[in-house]
């Protein structure tokens, strides 16, 4: 099995392409990428370098490629020192440029929808928390909603990204694990506090305590370690 260290280069060529305005829909990659079509560069995410000197970034692009007939070949550079997988994960669409912008928009618009619907369930909760605190099930539903909200915007098209273009690629995908166990905790104890007789304490307690033992470990360990002990805790 290869390491998810080190760089590759990809090279497809496409042939009989006709004359148009063509683009690609890029997703993130591991974790550095230089994109070119013809010899020209038209897309990159962080820094690509052959060592840890390279900068990681994740965010997904739209590159564009007015065509006038010829062959097309796209060459991509991608490096990876910093997560457990490098290399490009996920599928490369290429197709006209309105196709490709209408598909990159329907993702960010349904990813739009189910952030703004679990925010709005979130906020809702919380507010029959403060009228009703005996009906503590309530907070922890919305908390549950917040986890979810968030994870929305640091996934898929990572909305976030296009907020807070300067984050740290270290914080975001810390944050993206942090999600995995809050949301399941929070879940658990909302359980716990709806149907109070059929949930023991001592399970809560201990997915509440491993919770909190992996979150410690996602924060204090490079995110290459934490991304390998994230399996243990599903």
């Known amino acids: 099995t290869l390491s998810g260290d080190g760089c590759a280069t990809y090279r497809l060529v496409i042939q009989g392409v006709e004359a148009g305005s063509y683009a690609l829909k890029i997703p993130t990659m591991a974790t550095a990428y230089r994109l070119w079509i013809n ?9 690509v370098a052959p060592d840890k000197s390279m900068i990681p970034m994740q965010k997904p692009a739209v590159a564009f490629y007015d065509s006038s007939g010829e062959d097309i070949v796209i060459l991509i550079q991608v490096s990876n020192y910093m997560s457990d997988k490098g290399g490009i994960w996920e599928t490369i669409y290429f197709g006209k440029r309105d196709t490709i912008l209408q598909k990159r928009d329907l993702s960010l618009c349904i990813e739009m929808i189910l952030f703004g619907a679990f925010i709005i369930m979130s906020l809702y909760h919380f507010g029959l928390y403060l009228f009703r605190k005996k009906s503590s099930f309530t907070l922890y539903f919305g908390l549950v909603c917040s986890v979810i909200a968030l994870r929305v915007i640091l996934t898929g098209e990572f909305i976030l990204v296009y907020f807070f273009p300067g984050i740290e690629w270290n914080l975001q995908i810390k944050a993206e ?6 949301g399941f905790t929070f879940f658990m104890v909302f359980l716990k506090k709806l149907f109070s007789n059929d949930f023991s304490d001592g399970i809560v307690k201990f997915y509440f305590f491993s919770a909190v033992f992996f979150s410690l470990l996602s924060i204090i360990l490079p995110v290459k370690i934490s991304a390998r002990v994230l399996p243990l805790y599903h």
């Open 39 to 47: 010899e020209k560069e038209v897309s990159s995410n962080g820094r």
């Open 177 to 182: 694990f942090l999600t995995v166990f809050g």
